[in-house]
C-alpha cells in the first residue's frame, strides 16, 4: 500500500507541474537568440485570476524584447508586470517586476525577478518556472509557477490570443 500511496503522490506531482521545469544544478543555460522566441510580438489578450488580462510584447531590438502584462478585475487594475526577455552571454533571461495599480513596486527598487532559460523547442521556451508556447500564430500559452499564500506552488496557464 506505501508504494502505491508513492506512486500516486509523485504522478500527482508530476501532472501539476507538467509544463514549467527548472535548469538542473550545475547546469548552464543553452545558447539561444531572441529569434527563438520572437513569434511572442504582438497584442494578446485572455482572462485568469478572474479578469482579463492583457500582454504586449515588443519586437527584438537592442538585444532585448520588452513587454506589459496587465490584469483588470471587477472593472479595476489589479497589478500590472514590466520587463523584457533579453541576450545576455551568448543565452535569453527574463526578467520582470511587479507594480500595484498605482504603479508602486513590489520588489525592491533595485531587485528584478530573473529566470534562466533551461531549454528551447520547436514551439516551446522554457525558462525557470516560465514556459512560453506557441500554439499558432494567434494563441499562445504562458505558464507559470506561482507561489501560494502557505509558501506552495502552483502552475498556472495563461491563453492568450490576438
Known sequence: ????????????????????????E??????????????????WSGEAFGGITEEIWGP??????????KLVADGK??????????ELNK???????HFNADLKGWEEKDDV???KLVKVEANRVYFEGFTFEKVSDNEINIYAQIGNEDGA????????KK
Open 77 to 86: 487594475v489589479s497589478f500590472y508586470e514590466l520587463g523584457h526577455i533579453r
Open 1 to 24: 500500500m506505501n508504494r502505491f500511496f508513492f506512486v500516486f503522490l509523485f504522478l500527482s506531482l508530476s501532472i501539476k507541474a507538467q509544463n514549467t521545469t527548472t535548469l538542473p
Open 60 to 69: 527584438p531590438s537592442g538585444g532585448s524584447m520588452m513587454f506589459s502584462f
Open 113 to 115: 525577478q530573473s529566470f
Open 91 to 97: 543565452t535569453l533571461v527574463y526578467e520582470l517586476k
Open 26 to 43: 550545475n547546469t548552464k543555460s543553452p545558447n539561444a537568440t531572441l529569434s527563438d522566441i520572437s513569434w511572442m510580438q504582438g497584442n
Open 153 to 160: 506552488a502552483q502552475e498556472v496557464t495563461f491563453n492568450f
